[in-house]
């Protein structure tokens, strides 16, 4: 069967080699639907055929576009950016079928108008109220959803997070309701759903519900879902209703109420299915299938597709259609998303959290995430001595839930902490950064989490916090979900005030000018007699300076320690600058230094001879005025320099990845649930890699000096000083684990070796 039509001045062809659909009259002109026949696909495991199309600035790519009598695979390719691409440039060919196959043009630049919401003969109501909303054309879900929707296809899709997946199947569900239509004027009391929407978790439900209610205020929809008294929700469904969108639990008790009855639904939409499963939902999710009339049409949306949603999907849907605009893409996250890494210690988390967050999220919103409720809690309240945050999670309670992200969402705080579970699907406009504090404990867990940012075509960044024994998960999930991090130290103390400034400046504007004009004669008395010295004294009060910060080290963000480097003009020396040479260096112009060194790290560029190093702020104070050797320099340094160890080693990494145990087997250690160093939370305590010497490059053979395992976090210690340590003198860790820097046994410092001179 081919449906050809012209929609919107596009000529489309709809290519349904052997269906035959289930087809309703529409008056709605079809978009085009390009579907081939197919075979295998990692998501609906179907037979595979391509589309081929020519961008307009050359070159080409091919996308799968898959289908098996039952079923098709739609890729974003194929949708994507159709303003770039020539006339007759997306062709659509299929062997099997090649007889039947038309080719299906886009004229490239009519595109945009004739995509406009205000084109689709969609109600006027429903029109008018996407477009007071900023919704005036189609996203690539939603182009793709609407024909086959329309149709009265049964539908199985899958799309990046934040692409606009509610109103892909709100729109169609809004136009059929409203074409049947004809008591919206007159609404009839105690009519019964028309349309449930089943989600996984009630903020997901609130949103879809709004979500729908907003762009169709004439329909009655009512949200059910667990947390709060029943009555409300009886009563709102005894008043009648068209849409009901809840939570499978409290549905299955207002069913058993006979609150709810289900024998009208003609719509049914499975949200985030695959969370179903994860929360716990399957039972009741088959329950109240089974309760349903058997003429509907079914979609479901979902990320992955575990057994049971197949199951699902054979059992209660028919003959679906599969939209997958994921498909075997590498990137998984929405564009626009800029990702990061920044390693970090369990102890400098709390320290780098907030300062992250005042360079990162430049004053806008940013939600963090933890593994645990109870960090949750911890880390919220650590943050609210300096930043205005909440933590949302399942033990609190429904209403408290709801007054948080309203609160969030109307940027009364900016900083949310926040559990998976309670962040799943939540779509807050203008989230600027994504910290995930902890590691997710699995890709798909990484790609939700992150897609909080970034949505409907916004730009946003994630910010992945690992320790050291993490590494190879850090590159395990760029492999698992197609993105690549730009490796970040943490900001220094000059990044975080100076962000701090801006955002004080950027809330000036907010000052009531009646405000103004009332301190404005104190304004002028003070500058007459302070200068610019008062309003930059106004500033560092209002960004919460009002006392100097102590320095920081950039490589572990301990307070109390700077980090300096230290570079050498080779034509003074005799050889490549080591961490040994660092230390003799530093003992023979300051000895204490060489006593209180911490972490040492040589710079990765190897035309430069140099390393970078903590010392107690006094000392490094105290050598930055010492003389130095000719051909040595001493400096404060800012910004760390790209550093020998800042990568794990590819030899070890190869040889010991997860992949090489499985990964990326589709098992459950692929899933996360069980890798030591791999995803979950495992040990992500790196102090006993404070104890570790050895590392670089070029001594990582010299096992005399290497005490580490073969998942060294690379970083050294020599001289003896644990990371914990969080003051600039006396508390010397007597029970020294490293090696001397001078004899380079084990067991004692520098300082108390027998062979130092000093001693
Ligand atoms: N065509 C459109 N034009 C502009 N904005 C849109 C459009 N469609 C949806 N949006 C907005 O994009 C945002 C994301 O939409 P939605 O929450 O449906 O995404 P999603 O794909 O379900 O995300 P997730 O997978 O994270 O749940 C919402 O704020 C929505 O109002």
């Known amino acids: 069967m081919a449906l050809s039509s012209s ?3 596009v000529s489309t062809v709809y290519q349904t080699p052997s269906l035959d659909l289930p087809r ?3 008056s709605t002109p079809a978009l085009s639907l ?7 696909s990692q998501f609906g495991g ?12 050359g070159g080409s790519a091919v996308a799968s576009a898959v289908a098996t009598p039952n079923s098709s695979v739609l890729s974003e390719e194929a949708f994507k950016g159709l303003g770039r691409f020539d006339k007759n440039s997306l062709n659509v060919s299929d062997s099997e079928y090649e007889s039947d196959t038309d080719t299906t043009t886009f004229s490239g630049d009519e595109s945009k108008d004739e995509l406009a919401i205000a084109n689709l003969g969609l109600p006027r109501l429903l029109v008018e109220s996407l477009e007071s909303r900023g919704i005036t054309s189609l996203f690539p879900i939603q182009r793709a959803v609407l024909v086959p929707a329309l149709e009265g296809r049964d539908i199985i899709a899958r799309a990046k997070t934040g692409t606009g997946k ?3 199947f709100g729109i169609p569900i809004i136009k059929r309701l409203s074409e049947d239509d004809q008591e919206i004027r007159s609404p009839r009391r105690g009519r019964l759903p028309r349309v449930l929407v089943l989600a996984p978790t009630r903020e997901l439900a609130k949103q879809v519900e709004k979500e729908i209610k907003d762009s169709a205020p004439y329909l009655n929809t009512v949200c059910v879902y667990g947390g709060v008294s029943y009555n409300t929700q009886q009563n709102a469904l005894s008043r009648g209703v068209d849409v009901v969108v809840g939570t499978p639990g409290r549905i299955i008790d207002l069913i058993k109420s006979s609150s709810l009855k289900l024998g009208e639904v003609q719509f049914l939409v499975l949200d985030e299915a695959d969370q179903m499963l994860a929360v716990g939902f399957e039972e009741d999710v088959e329950m109240i299938l089974e309760k349903l009339p058997t003429k509907r049409q079914s979609m479901l949306f979902s990320a992955t597709m575990p057994a049971w949603v197949k199951k699902l999907s054979r059992k209660y849907l028919d003959s679906p259609l599969t939209i997958d605009l994921v498909g075997d893409q590498d990137e998984k996250l929405a564009e626009g998303i800029k990702m990061y890494a920044i390693p970090t210690t369990t102890t400098s988390k709390r320290t780098i959290l907030s300062d992250l967050v005042t360079v990162y999220a430049k004053g806008g919103k940013a939600i963090v995430f933890t593994q645990t409720k109870r960090d949750a809690d911890e880390v919220s309240v650590s943050l609210t001595t300096s930043i205005a945050s909440e933590a949302l999670h399942g033990d609190i309670s429904q209403p408290q839930r709801e007054r948080t992200l309203n609160g969030f969402r109307q940027g009364k705080f900016t900083v949310l902490v926040a559990t998976d579970v309670a962040a799943r699907g939540l779509d807050i406009p203008n989230v600027d950064l994504i910290i995930h504090y902890e590691l997710p404990n699995d890709p798909e867990t990484f790609v ?4 909080r940012t970034g949505r409907a075509g916004k730009e946003g960044s994630a910010i992945l916090m690992f320790t050291s024994n993490q590494r190879r998960t850090v590159r395990s999930l760029e492999r698992d979900v197609g993105c690549k991090f730009e490796f970040i130290s943490p900001p220094s103390v000059e990044e975080v005030l100076e962000s701090s400034a801006e955002q004080v400046v950027a809330t000036l504007s907010g000052v009531h000018p009646e405000s103004v004009e009332f301190f404005t004669p104190t304004a002028q008395k003070l500058i007459e007699e302070q200068g610019m010295g008062a309003l930059a004294a106004a500033l560092a009060q209002l960004s919460g300076f009002s006392q100097p910060p102590s320095s920081r080290s950039l490589i572990t963000h301990e307070q109390g320690l700077m980090t300096l480097q230290l570079t050498r003009d080779p034509a003074y020396s005799r050889g490549f600058l080591s961490a040994r040479s660092v230390t003799g260096f530093l003992s023979d112009v300051y000895s204490a230094a060489a006593d209180e060194l911490g972490k040492i790290h040589l710079i990765a560029d190897e035309r430069v001879q140099g390393a970078v190093f903590d010392l107690p702020e006094e000392i490094a104070k105290e050598l930055l005025n010492r003389q130095t050797p000719p051909g040595n320099t001493i400096s404060k340094v800012t910004k760390l320099p790209a550093l020998q160890d800042d990568e794990p080693p590819s030899d070890y990494y190869g040889r010991f990845s997860n992949r090489d145990r499985g990964f990326r087997g589709g098992s459950k250690e692929r899933r996360g649930f069980k890798t030591s160093q791999g995803w979950g939370r495992g040990s992500d305590d790196n102090d006993a890699s404070d104890f570790r010497r050895g590392g670089g490059r070029g001594n990582r053979s010299d096992s005399s000096w290497s005490r580490s395992s073969r998942d060294s ?9 644990r990371s914990g340590r969080s003051t600039s003198s006396g508390s010397r860790d007597r029970s020294f684990g490293g090696a001397c820097f001078i004899c380079g046994r ?10 130092n001179p000093a001693y």
């Open 713 to 721: 976090s690379n970083d050294w210690l020599i001289g003896g000083r």
């Open 448 to 451: 939700h989490r992150s897609g």
């Open 746 to 755: 084990s067991g004692h410092r520098a300082s108390d070796c027998p062979n």
């Open 7 to 9: 929609l919107l001045g």
């Open 24 to 26: 309703r009259t529409t």
């Open 46 to 57: 179907l037979r595979a055929s391509s589309v081929h199309f020519r961008p307009k600035n």
């Open 166 to 168: 509610t109103l892909a």
């Open 34 to 40: 390009l579907f081939a026949a197919a075979d295998k």
